[in-house]
């Protein structure tokens, strides 16, 4: 099985930089997936992670160490659109290689 | 170039009674992922088909859920006799591949379930 583990809430000021942490456990990993979504919408993607190291993509950057089973997303200049939660996702198996998601980490930025 | 279309985007059933959620691919896509998702919760793992074939449906309840994705048309996931607990939104996720970094899910707006 899988177990993937990030924080329930967190809240953020407008214009500031935040990071949500995500850890792993699993076997065969191949890939850890970061998603934003807004409440009553579908999730969208944001970043991908196979190899370690930082990904930078405008605003957000993520990054992943194999060894320690360890993700983060970091969001600078925080928007206040940004509210949403922020879904990790690994993918991992055998034969095949199924994709399980985490509980997500609801943010919310304030003024 | 549509997006993943699923429907209907809200359904209302009475407990005992059948619900059909369709989810159509995007163009080229030939993975399809079912996801469940309760309110406040995450995404949770249903069941992953390919045209014609289940590859694996290890989170999807062994009675009353069935899911297929034939040669022709729409995946559908059917939940027969549902009850108060099926309520949620389930949501259909398509990829071109497994594996890569173009392997990522594209999802679908979802279809919302009430059972009253």
């Known amino acids: 099985g899988q177990n993937i583990d990030q924080p329930t809430e967190m809240t953020a000021t407008e214009g500031a930089i935040v990071q949500i942490n995500c850890t792993y456990q699993t076997s065969g990993f191949n890939g850890l997936f970061w998603y934003q979504q807004h409440a009553g919408e579908a999730p969208t993607f944001l970043s991908y992670?196979?190899?370690?190291g930082l990904e930078e993509k405008g605003r957000f950057s993520s990054f992943l160490s194999r060894s320690k089973g360890y993700s983060y997303l970091l969001l600078k200049e925080l928007q206040m659109k940004d509210s949403a939660s922020y879904l990790c996702?690994?993918?991992?198996?055998?034969?095949?290689?199924?994709?399980?998601f985490g509980t997500g980490t609801k943010l919310q930025v304030i003024p | 170039n549509a997006g993943v279309m699923q429907n209907p985007r809200h359904l209302v059933r009475r407990r005992g009674q059948e619900a059909r959620l369709r989810c159509s691919p995007m163009k080229g896509h030939s993975h399809v992922y079912w996801y469940r998702q309760l309110p406040e919760e995450g995404l949770k793992f249903m069941v992953y088909l390919q045209k014609e074939n289940i590859i694996d449906e290890s989170g999807m309840p062994k009675e009353r859920f069935s899911a297929e994705f034939p040669k022709e048309g729409p995946s559908i996931l059917r939940i027969q006799q549902v009850v108060r607990g099926d309520s949620a939104a389930y949501f259909c996720?398509?990829?071109?591949?497994?594996?890569?970094?173009?392997?990522?899910?594209?999802f679908g707006e979802g279809s919302r379930l009430t059972v009253l």
């Open positions: 992670n196979v190899l370690d």
């Open positions: 996720a398509s990829s071109p591949r497994t594996s890569g970094r173009t392997g990522e899910l594209f």
């Open positions: 996702a690994v993918r991992a198996g055998g034969g095949y290689q199924k994709v399980t």
